[in-house]
């Protein structure tokens, strides 16, 4: 008897309902809890299934759960709480099954959570139901039409199964298609983890974002693309449902599975609505740069060695020409190559204002050659993707380029917007094109490279630690190790023998008679070397704004005594400049946050001033004679 009066008392004392505080993150974490970030259903859908009294059958008969929740639905008396409950159970089961049928019905589920019949029950904006349904849409797209090989995405038109019916999915193979590209290998970003990249930009939205690889198509000559070689691509996948309550209902849907690519597209219209799609912009350049024979091109590339796949030197894009849009060329610098750009590029296209209006190039080159050799490549390389791209004139915008150049690159960019007149040639030469020996081919070389005049559509120039008057690692004993190391290009080599063997003493210039060949890139970046007197002195041509970033490294208090282990400030400094950004860093200072905002405002500061003088670029403009307006961002 003293027991019971003993256990009455302590029930007396514990009553059945208690609240216990718990810390914020551990709070957050229970209010957030969902079936992609856990084994377990959201709050939500608990609470939902609960009141139909169908949560302990979810853990024992979960299909039978899902058939009844189903039929609550079909028969009208249930609606979007149960619908988003259908979608995240239905995802829950199809991970712990591996059952495709379930994760197609979690698609549809959501889908009809997203877009309801009536608009009154259309999930509110602050509803985080919203974006969980969204999620769970991408996610179950990317696992439903997976490959059971590599789990690539597959666009395969054809009947699928639900666990209460079927969807006949049709496809466009033409979607495939990317300008002279086609697309393979539908990998999804969100089941890749992305690590060395300063940043992962991702636009939500809806669809299964992924990174495709572009391969030639067969029925095109791609010779002459302008793609880069195994060029990723940011694209997404979209399951488009037609009357899918009905189809619910039913059991018999139809729907078209489409691929979207995100240099050409960012919204679509499903039901009656702009929808922006998800997209991953960062991945693709990982994975492109994650295989690519870049890393060791580098070094190599300086003493000429070639690595298979990546012909030197190239002007390349991460995406077909589109017209409207400003080019921004990126020229990198010594022991380099365009990888060095990507935490820039990447950035850069994450600010949608950037991505509508730019389109990105990158100069490939072998940094041990001479600088004026190098930089006649790029303006040739320019003239021609220009001609290619537009040979009736009609892109004005194609013609407003903007070149940014690192270290060496910005040397070679200088040389892209300068009328250097007879005064390069006479730092260099000490007598008249025709009386050098040699072949004519040789004497027409030297012109070219030494008589420059400017490229015609490069309107911006961007310095990035330059060494305008020579890095100061440069010098005599570094020249005397790479002497004989560093090879120069075949048509220059077999065209100089006789100039240098019959008449070293017609340039100018100690190590051009001491070895009895031309310079190379690294004589070239000598403090002293006539090429780089000589160029100093010339400015850039009128009307070419060029703006200079450049690195000091904090252990200078005073930036004018500075360095960046590389170049001096006084050798990167340039009057003149329409702006000037000292950014503490060191001489790779390209992924350096302070120096990609200074990009992103020069390029602000250029595609507005093309708009207040009545030039319009930007994605939508696909016919530039007729540009529709858009908003320019403060600058």
């Known amino acids: 008897m003293v027991w019971i009066l003993t256990l009455m008392g302590l029930a007396a004392c514990a009553p059945p309902i208690q609240v216990v505080r718990v810390g914020s993150p551990e709070t957050y974490r229970s209010m957030t809890q969902n079936a992609l970030s856990s084994e377990q259903a959201s709050e939500w859908s608990r609470n939902t299934v609960n009141e139909w009294g169908l949560l302990d059958r979810f853990d024992d008969q979960p299909e039978v759960a899902l058939a009844e929740l189903r039929e609550i639905v079909t028969k009208g008396r249930g609606g979007k709480n149960e619908l988003f409950a259908l979608a995240e159970f239905s995802f829950l089961h199809a991970q712990d099954t591996e059952k495709r049928p379930y994760h197609l019905a979690a698609a549809v589920y959501a889908y009809a959570f997203l877009f309801p019949k009536r608009t009154e029950d259309s999930p509110g904006p602050l509803d985080p139901r919203t974006r969980l349904a969204a999620d769970i849409y991408n996610r179950a797209i990317a696992t439903a039409f997976a490959s059971f090989d590599d789990g690539t995405i597959v666009l395969t038109p054809g009947r699928y199964s639900l666990p209460f019916g079927d969807i006949e999915v049709t496809t466009d193979p033409a979607q495939l298609y990317w300008g002279d590209h086609q697309l393979v290998d539908l990998t999804p970003t969100a089941e890749l983890e992305v690590r060395g990249m300063r940043n992962r930009h991702r636009i939500p939205g809806l669809g299964a974002a992924l990174s495709a690889r572009a391969i030639p198509r067969k029925d095109v000559d791609v010779q002459h693309s302008l793609i880069a070689p195994a060029v990723q691509v940011a694209t997404t996948a979209v399951l488009s449902l037609q009357d899918v309550h009905h189809g619910i209902s039913t059991g018999r849907l139809r729907g078209s599975l489409d691929l979207y690519k995100a240099s050409e597209t960012e919204t679509v219209t499903m039901e009656d609505r702009e929808v922006q799609l998800e997209i991953d912009e960062t991945t693709p350049i990982a994975v492109q740069l994650a295989g690519s024979p870049m890393w060791k091109q580098e070094l190599r590339g300086f003493f000429g060695i070639s690595v298979a796949g990546i012909p030197l030197p190239s002007l390349v894009s991460l995406e077909p020409y589109l017209p409207g849009k400003i080019p921004v060329v990126f020229v990198h610098g010594t022991a380099s190559s365009p990888a060095r750009w990507a935490d820039m590029a990447n950035d850069l296209r994450a600010a949608p204002w950037i991505r509508q209006h730019y389109q990105f190039l990158y100069f490939y080159y072998d940094t041990g050659n001479p600088i004026p050799y190098s930089a006649m490549v790029l303006r040739d390389k320019l003239m021609d993707a220009v001609e290619r791209m537009d040979p009736k004139g009609r892109d004005h915008c194609l013609r407003e380029m903007v070149v940014v150049g690192h270290s060496q690159g910005g040397l070679i960019t200088k040389l892209t917007a300068v009328d250097t007149g007879d005064r390069l040639w006479n730092t260099v030469v000490r007598v008249p094109p025709d009386r050098i020996p040699g072949s004519e081919q040789f004497r027409t070389l030297l012109r070219r490279v030494l008589f420059v005049k400017p490229v015609p559509f490069v309107r911006r120039l961007v310095f990035i630690a330059t060494p305008h008057r020579g890095s100061f690692l440069s010098g005599e004993w570094l020249n005397r190790m790479l002497w004989g190391i560093v090879p120069l290009p075949a048509d220059v080599t077999s065209q100089s023998i006789d100039a240098l063997t019959k008449g070293g003493d017609f340039f100018y ?127």
């Not at 005594?561 to 000037?580: I, M, N, T």
């Not at 302070?594 to 390029?603: A, D, F, P």
């Open 509 to 635: 210039g100690r190590t051009l008679k001491a070895r009895g060949q031309l310079p190379t890139a690294a004589d070239n970046l000598t403090a002293g070397d006539p090429f780089l007197e000589g160029l100093a002195g010339i400015t850039v041509a009128d009307g070419v704004p060029y703006h200079s970033i450049i690195a000091v490294k904090d252990s200078f208090p005073v930036v004018e005594e500075g360095d960046d282990d590389v170049v001096q400030y006084r050798s990167a400094h340039l009057y003149g400049a329409a702006s000037e950004l000292v950014v503490r860093s060191p001489h790779s200072t390209q992924s350096d946050p302070h120096t990609i905002q200074e990009v992103r405002r020069i390029l602000h500061l250029h595609g507005g001033s093309l708009e207040m003088a009545g030039l319009e670029c930007g994605s939508n403009a696909r016919r530039p004679d007729k540009l529709r307006p858009e908003a320019t961002p403060g600058l």
